[in-house]
């Protein structure tokens, strides 16, 4: 029996056995999602489908993106403890730019990765704005399209229909928060009004951090340096919507949001000898703004029609990475952007015709990139491009419907893509590329269909099954970077030939839910072709290192296994647990992917008692074993408790505190490490002991 088999018979099992588990299973409350772009109850939703709402988010101390995913198995937030921070997600092993991220139903700007780290990364969204973050693992590429080929990460942002209506037309809130890991503090200040027919809010936040307070200890310059750089982070986003029709069935909501991120940092590792040159002092100066401008028109109706929406939206990213390096040979000074631009149209419509629920729309997008550097030496200034200027134009259709044969509830969906990229090449460019690069129009299309079923196997049991596939065009980048760094001794050279990636999948699950108990166990596999990554065609005199190029892999496989179990023991305990295990690997070399995580689980209990409550939560990682370099460091496995609560100060005024990693443990997540060498290992350790607090206010 061949492998593939084997895995399929294993998830089969593994689903089937659930019943024999259904007495430990996390609590489905009645939380509403949108991942499904219809509004639905978490509980009727399959297992691939989860949220995580504004209690969590206030529990965990959500201060950004990693601590904003903190606790949902099978994803993880990769980052740069050195100098940029997150750069994006992975679920399920499937990272950065294949996984679409979207707030308020828009998507957000692409990453831009060099190496392992992220030149632009994707932590773009203020956590204390955020009312609600829906998450799908796994192709979605039949509602969501192009990019949503390994999940979908949907933030939700406040309304004013959540602080205010007509029995309460004014509100005020403020919250001050402190994250000890980092020193950091923020304060967040909410004003919302409400009139006959509408209603405004206005969030301000302010947020200051320093570096990671690991538990390193050489303090030293260079390369072997283990203690964080010294850096200071400050952030400011502002959040303003009004909603016209505030009551009725029609509603008009306009949204402005304002991100600004500064962060400097003193890079202390990366003074010392190079190549030819000795750097005696490096500082960086790094910003990152993004915009977005909204205007969204809703309709509820109790007819055929049951609803509408369409969303127009204009978002901007600007980032500049500054940086200045004293060497022996002068002083030099680099200014590297990355900009990217997004206008959108999203319109769907939803209707109730007899038995079936019908979901047709349409999403078009156009995306204009561009990457500049511009390094000056002495007298001399240059200009540098990695890949041209470049238009993408995205262009969708869906249709779903959702409609029952007996007990079995069958939701068949359909989506059609068509993506054209068209570069830009000027003179810049083919100067970095040492000579002319050829450059075209590259223009693809799918059809991504879905299948998804529910039907009832017992009493409180409901079983879950998908047959999903994914779609994802080359991005801007791939096809036309070029890179020459003669004093590493490496270059990157262009591929025109790049083919768009697809993927195939099948998710069986079942939910569980009786009186106090109630769980969920999910099992996947997913096949990805023509998968894009880069590969070493070789090394010359002049690339003593390697030439590196992005090619399509013949096959990439991933399949894995979920669980969430809860158990409300009294009116006052809950006790709740998860587990994520996940494989993969090139099906043709068998090299491991790199970026699946190892086995991790959790379990909680969360006590209340009228006004004050606690919270204590394990978290056990695995060690590493499979990585796809022998020379690579693989992160030992690890064991973590917090432990926190919150008291009720009055009716209006809530003080929350945790201590985390009470242990104080040293500790690696693989998500940061996964391209790591050398012995300098303790400069990507997580936090010791470190406390995190907040005090919020409302009115």
Same mark, same amino acid.
């Given at each position: 029996m061949s492998k593939d088999r084997i895995? !399929?018979?294993?998830?089969?099992? %593994? %689903?089937?056995?659930?019943?024999?588990?259904?007495?430990?299973?996390?609590?489905?409350?009645?939380?509403?999602?949108? +991942?499904?772009?219809?509004?639905?109850?978490?509980?009727?939703?399959?297992?691939?489908?989860?949220a995580v709402g504004r209690k969590q988010l206030d529990r965990q101390h959500a201060s950004d993106l990693d601590s904003l995913l903190a606790q949902e198995p099978g994803v993880s937030v990769s980052g740069d403890q050195g100098r940029r921070g997150n750069a994006g997600v992975t679920i399920r092993g499937i990272e950065t730019n294949r996984i679409l991220m979207q707030v308020d139903g828009t998507r957000l700007p692409d990453a831009y990765m060099s190496g392992s780290s992220a030149i632009s990364g994707r932590d773009l969204v203020e956590p204390d704005t955020l009312r609600q973050i829906d998450i799908i693992k796994g192709p979605a590429s039949a509602l969501f399209g192009s990019d949503a080929i390994g999940g979908v990460i949907s933030q939700h942002t406040f309304e004013p229909a959540d602080f205010v209506d007509r029995d309460k037309p004014l509100h005020f809130g403020l919250k001050q928060s402190y994250y000890g890991a980092r020193h950091g503090s923020a304060t967040t200040a909410t004003v919302a009004a409400a009139g006959d027919n509408t209603a405004a809010m206005l969030m301000l936040t302010q947020r200051r951090a320093h570096q990671l307070d690991t538990p390193a200890s050489r303090d030293i310059e260079?390369?072997?340096?283990?203690?964080?750089d010294p850096q200071l982070t400050d952030t400011r986003n502002v959040l303003a919507k009004v909603a016209l029709g505030q009551d009725g069935p029609h509603q008009l909501l306009l949204g402005v949001e304002s991100f600004d991120r500064q962060r400097q940092t003193e890079l202390l590792s990366a003074r010392g000898a190079a190549t030819g040159y000795s750097v005696r002092d490096r500082d960086s100066d790094d910003d990152t703004r993004r915009q977005r401008y909204s205007a969204e028109y809703r309709y509820q109706g109790d007819g055929s029609l049951a609803a509408a929406n369409l969303k127009l939206y204009q978002q901007t990213l600007r980032n500049e990475d500054k940086a200045v390096e004293v060497r022996n040979t002068g002083t030099r000074y680099e200014n590297h952007r990355f900009d990217q631009d997004i206008s959108g149209l999203? &319109?769907?419509?939803?209707?109730? !015709?007899?038995?079936?629920?019908?979901?047709?729309?349409?999403?078009?997008?156009?995306?204009?990139?561009?990457?500049?550097?511009?390094?000056?030496?002495?007298?001399? %200034?240059?200009?540098?491009?990695?890949?041209?200027?470049?238009?993408?134009?995205?262009? &969708?259709?869906?249709?779903?419907?959702?409609?029952?044969?007996g007990s079995l509830t069958v939701t068949p969906a359909l989506r059609y893509d068509r993506y054209t990229m068209t570069p830009q090449s000027d003179a810049i460019y083919q100067a970095s590329s040492g000579g002319a690069v050829p450059v075209s129009r590259f223009q693809d299309s799918?059809?991504?269909?879905?299948?998804?079923?529910?039907l009832p196997l017992a009493d409180g049991i409901t079983g879950f099954a998908n047959l999903s596939t994914g779609?994802?065009?080359?991005?801007?980048?791939?096809?036309?970077?070029?890179?020459?760094? +003669?004093?590493? &001794?490496?270059r990157i050279i262009p591929n025109a030939k790049l083919k768009s990636e697809t993927s195939r999948g099948i998710e069986l699950g079942s939910k569980y839910q009786r009186g106090s108990v109630s769980g969920q166990l999910t099992a996947f596999y997913n096949r990805y072709s023509h998968f894009i990554d880069t590969v070493t065609l070789g090394s010359d005199r002049a690339s003593p290192r390697g030439i590196f190029q992005y090619q399509n892999l013949d096959s990439v496989q991933t399949h894995g296994v979920e669980a969430r179990a809860g158990w409300q023991a009294n009116n006052s305990l809950l006790l709740d647990g998860s587990l994520a295990w996940a494989h993969g690997s090139n099906r043709k070399t068998g090299t491991p992917l790199n970026s699946i995580d190892p086995l991790k689980a959790t379990l909680g209990a969360h006590y209340q008692q009228g006004q004050w409550g606690s919270d204590v939560l394990i978290t056990l990682v695995a060690a590493k074993t499979r990585a796809a370099s022998a020379s690579q460091?693989? +992160?030992?496995?690890? &064991?973590?408790l917090d432990m926190g609560g919150w008291l009720k100060l009055g009716k209006q005024t809530t003080l929350r505190a945790t201590v985390h990693n009470v242990g104080d443990k040293k500790?690696?997540?693989?998500?940061?490490?996964?391209?790591?060498?050398?012995?300098?290992?303790?400069?990507?350790?997580?936090?010791?002991?470190?406390?995190? +607090?907040s005090l919020e206010t409302r009115f």
């Open positions: 895995t !399929l018979a294993g998830i089969c099992l %593994t %689903t089937v056995a659930l019943p024999v588990f259904a007495d430990s299973p996390t609590v489905l409350d009645t939380t509403t999602v949108t +991942a499904n772009r219809i509004s639905e109850q978490l509980a009727d939703t399959a297992p691939n489908i989860s260079g390369g072997q340096r283990t203690v964080a999203d &319109g769907q419509l939803e209707w109730r !015709l007899g038995e079936h629920r019908v979901l047709t729309g349409i999403e078009a997008t156009r995306t204009d990139t561009a990457r500049l550097t511009r390094t000056t030496a002495g007298s001399t %200034t240059s200009s540098s491009k990695t890949f041209p200027d470049n238009r993408s134009e995205r262009l &969708g259709l869906f249709v779903q419907d959702q409609f029952r044969l799918a059809w991504s269909p879905r299948l998804g079923l529910s779609f994802r065009a080359p991005p801007f980048d791939s096809s036309f970077m070029t890179f020459n760094n +003669a004093q590493a &001794g490496y460091f693989k +992160a030992p496995g690890y &064991g973590t500790y690696w997540q693989w998500a940061d490490v996964k391209n790591i060498t050398g012995s300098a290992v303790d400069f990507y350790a997580q936090a010791g002991r470190s406390v995190s +607090a």
